[in-house]
């Protein structure tokens, strides 16, 4: 859930959304909605299968942590190369054509 969230929103944010601040916060918001969401869905997945079986103690799960660390950094390289061609494409646009003499 969180990679689909970053997908679908960190790139669009960067380009449409002006102001750096204000994409980083909302791509921020809602990966960290979805993180949250995923990982109570993971936990009660795991409290269902404990309740059926004999509880077992587990390693800590330091590859979901590293997963989606990863994610939510890719999230902000994301946003950093929407706003980078959007500016690329501003600066395109104002630019005067030359016109030879």
């Known amino acids: 859930m969180v990679a689909i969230v970053t997908v679908l929103a ?3 944010l960067g380009y449409f959304v002006r102001s750096r ?3 980083n916060t909302a791509y921020a918001v809602a990966y960290l909605w979805a993180f949250v969401f995923q ?4 936990i009660l997945d795991v409290i ?3 309740a059926k079986q004999a ?3 587990q390693e800590f799960p330091w590859a979901y942590g590293a ?5 939510f950094l890719a999230g902000f390289g994301l946003v950093a190369l ?17 016109v030879p003499a």
């Open 10 to 12: 960190a790139f669009p």
């Open 21 to 23: 601040l204000a994409a």
């Open 39 to 42: 990982t109570m869905y993971l």
């Open 48 to 50: 269902n299968d404990s």
């Open 55 to 57: 509880f077992e103690p």
């Open 67 to 71: 997963v989606t660390l990863s994610i």
């Open 82 to 98: 929407g706003h980078h061609i959007h500016d690329r494409r501003a600066a395109r646009h104002t630019d005067p054509v030359s």
